[in-house]
Structure formats: structure tokens, C-alpha cells
């Protein structure tokens, strides 16, 4: 199961840590959603999901301000003795000194950020999903062809970095070579990435490993992109028979998802960069609602259609 550290957290979202006296390089984020606990400040701890960052915004602050004096204590120990992550107050609202005494004593880290409870808790969510959501990684090159991600495939040595330089070069920008680290944020949708070690090099067999942001500028590379469309290179085989005309999808699956996936004969004089541009192109267009393969078998039936008039 994916974790992301506290740490991680803190410096992502720009936190501003007021217990600084505890320890939390153990502390862990297990899941992407939050809580905002104003039911169990009022004493309801049903379905309390206290495994959760836990988000003070306006309106459970000034719930807070409102308990008397004498009930402050009883009522914050009882919710900071649950094993929370953190607890985040939005707004640059400052916890009253019993509430941060009673939690350095449950050892709870308390956060104060800048930012509106909406805006923090959105973006907050978005990120986590991202981080959290399940990941693999597989060989292959990622590149972002016209806003397209197109996930190239194939044996080692069958030229996919050779096809991305060549994108590069025209223009298209470079998400990963060699492994990619493709993670599912929802049931639609698949992100890739590269892993730290490796983003924004290629290796080329016999010149080596070249950095791509500093040959061609920040322009040619990016760190995620979603994966819209897989391309497998494979040898050719003159006793195989390709789809020549692309009536029907083939696809392949990543973590249960299911995206297009064209498989793509390789032989010498077939220019892979600019079959790997019109296969994006061409995907992109079919999104938008025209199919050239079934505007040609239209034309191909109208035809048809008509001779057989003709010969009546």
C-alpha cells in the first residue's frame, strides 16, 4: 500500500508546523481523503475516520472558541486521543494553548497553513490522489505528443528512445525513457511519470545517456502526463497480418484500465517518430468526434449503394 510522509506533506503544502518539539519522521498519510471535525469536537465519534488528516477551518474554529473555559480540556483531549496524522488549521487560524498543550502531550502534530479551507482541502485531495493512487512501473518510453500521452512499447533495443528523440526534436516533449512509473488516480485515468533517478535522460545505444532538458530546453520535457495511447513496436513479420484499416479499437489494460493500443510492425525505412505523431493525432481527432477509417467505409457503402442503383 502507498504512504506519503508527513514531511512530504509539510513541505508540498507549505505548512507551518507549531509543535515542532514532537517527532514525525515515522508519521505516514495512508489514504487521500480528510475530515473536518466538527462533529467530534461537539462529542460524536461514530464513523470517526481518525486515521484521516484532520482540517479546521472557519467554522470549526470558532466552534471551538465558543466552548467554555472549564469544558476545553475534557473536549480536546477526548478528540486529539485518537491516533490522528495531523491536524491542520486553515486561514492562518491560531489553536488556543490548551488545545496545542493537550496535543503535544497525545502527540499529535498541529499545521497551520495560509490558504482558505476550500482551496486547501482541494488541492490537498488532488494531490494525495495522485500520490497514493496505485502504481507500476513498466519498461517502455513516455512522451507528450500534441497533448497526446503516448506510451511507447517493445523489446530492449527496438529503437523506442531513438522514436522519442526524433519527437523531441519535433517538438513534442519527453515525459520518461526506459521506466515508467504509470499510477491510476481514477477508473479512467492513468498518469506516468519517471522516476527521480532517470527523468529527463534518454540512453541511446552507442552514444550513451543524454539529458534532454539541457540538450533542448525545459520546453522538451515534463514530469507527468497522462496515458492516452499505448504504441507496441514489434518486428515485422511478413506472415502476419496488420490492421490495415483501424475500423476496430485495440486495447491494452494498466491497473484495470483499458487504453488504445496500436501495435506498429517495425522494418527498415518506416520513419517511427512521424507514425508515432499521426497515431497521436489521429487519437486525438476520433476524441473529438471524427473516425477517418469509418468516414472512408461510409464513402466505400454510399458507393456501393449507388452502383447498385445505377444498375437498376
Known amino acids: 500500500m502507498s504512504t506519503v510522509k508527513l514531511k512530504t506533506v509539510i513541505k508540498k503544502m507549505e505548512l507551518e508546523n507549531l509543535t515542532p518539539e514532537l517527532d514525525i519522521s515515522r508519521i505516514r498519510i495512508h489514504q487521500p481523503d480528510i475530515n473536518r471535525p466538527a462533529l467530534q469536537l461537539a462529542g460524536y465519534f461514530e464513523h470517526f475516520e481518525a486515521t484521516r488528516l484532520q482540517i479546521i477551518g472557519f467554522v470549526e474554529y470558532t466552534y471551538m472558541e465558543s466552548i467554555p473555559i472549564e469544558e476545553k480540556e475534557r473536549v480536546y483531549r477526548e478528540f486529539l486521543s485518537f491516533d490522528i496524522p495531523c491536524v491542520v488549521f486553515c486561514r492562518n487560524l491560531i489553536p488556543d494553548p490548551v488545545f496545542v498543550k ?121 514530469d507527468t502526463q497522462n496515458i492516452d495511447l499505448a504504441i507496441k513496436l514489434e518486428e515485422w513479420d511478413k506472415d502476419k497480418e496488420y490492421d490495415r484499416l483501424g475500423l476496430e479499437e485495440e486495447y491494452t489494460e494498466y491497473l484495470g484500465n483499458k487504453i488504445v493500443c496500436h501495435r506498429i510492425p517495425i522494418r527498415p525505412g518506416r520513419n517511427l517518430a512521424i507514425i508515432c505523431e499521426s497515431a497521436a493525432v489521429n487519437h486525438r481527432q476520433k476524441m473529438m468526434g471524427y473516425n477517418a477509417a469509418q468516414e472512408l467505409y461510409n464513402r466505400v457503402q454510399n458507393s456501393l449503394a449507388k452502383s447498385r442503383e445505377d444498375d437498376d
Do not use: Q
Open 102 to 222: 493537550i496535543a503535544i502531550e497525545e502527540k499529535v502534530p498541529i499545521m497551520v497553513t495560509k490558504k482558505p479551507t476550500s482551496s486547501f482541502m482541494a488541492e490537498i485531495i488532488r494531490w494525495l490522489n495522485v500520490e497514493l493512487a496505485p502504481c507500476i512501473s513498466i519498461h517502455g518510453v513516455l512522451v507528450d505528443v500534441y497533448g497526446v500521452g503516448v506510451l511507447i512499447t517493445g523489446e530492449s533495443g527496438i529503437g523506442k528512445s531513438e522514436a522519442a528523440l526524433e519527437l523531441i526534436k519535433r517538438g513534442h516533449r519527453l515525459v520518461s525513457d526506459d521506466v515508467v512509473e504509470i499510477r491510476k488516480v481514477s477508473d479512467v485515468t492513468l498518469i506516468g511519470t519517471a522516476p527521480d533517478i532517470t527523468r529527463h535522460f534518454i540512453e541511446l545505444r552507442g552514444i550513451g545517456i543524454v539529458d534532454v532538458k539541457t540538450l533542448f530546453g525545459v520546453s522538451s520535457v515534463r
